[in-house]
């Protein structure tokens, strides 16, 4: 019970932090039983999909010349979830703010730091009647030429054809050429059990990726390509 409380809270979360819609728009608050609002809606009503940020509070994830990847992770969610929601899709955002789901955690008995957030972002994904996980993190290398965009997936096939219509939307993008890459040792990737990517937006320590994921406009470009190739799978699958 106290998980199922955790992630309303998480998800009520969305709600404040987004400015309140006016009465002709659709309500910003995230469809939290997908089971419901199919029954609700049409039969072609859309999935649900859950937007995993990466990182956030004490966890920085990866850095480059002063940028952190859990601020680039959430600017670039947070646009990927409007987008989304402004073409009717039922979205879940698990951050939308700086504070790592581990403080959240309080059901796992892990002196882990780290295990209990990647618990906590699995548990989201089975409290709630989700379709698709997709998780949005930055890369690094110690290659300064290494740049661009890589999609992560799972050992299946669905997951395999998201990774690959959110890569193609981000090549295009990019102007690279990249292929999808088997996420096999990736908590996430191995234990959620709906269809689960990782995109790689871009190399912080690549300075023409970081300059690129730093700049509000091109995050909203960004997170164009990536919900047009979530939108792409969900249309074909």
Known sequence: MYKLLTASVALLISFH???????????MLPVTDGDAYRSSHHA????VILLDVGHGGIDGGTSAQGVLEKDINLAISQ??????RSKGYAVIINRLGDYALSDE?????????????????????????TDIVVSIHANWSPRS???????????????????QSIQDAMNKLFGTEHGV???????????????AVIVETGFLSNAEDRARMSDPAEQKRIAQSIANGIIYYLSVV
């Open 17 to 27: 932090c987004f400015p309140t819609p006016s009465e002709n728009s659709p309500s």
């Open 44 to 47: 072609f009503a859309a999935p």
């Open 79 to 84: 646009k990927v979830y409007l987008l989304l």
């Open 105 to 129: 955690n309080r059901w796992l008995k892990s002196r882990s730091r780290h295990t209990r957030d990647l618990a906590q972002r699995k548990s989201l994904s089975e409290e709630v009647s």
């Open 145 to 163: 030429g290494a740049h661009g965009p890589v999609v992560l997936h799972q050992k299946e096939g669905r997951s395999y054809l998201l990774a």
């Open 181 to 195: 890459v088997w996420g096999k040792p990736f908590y996430l990737l191995n234990y959620v059990k709906q269809p």
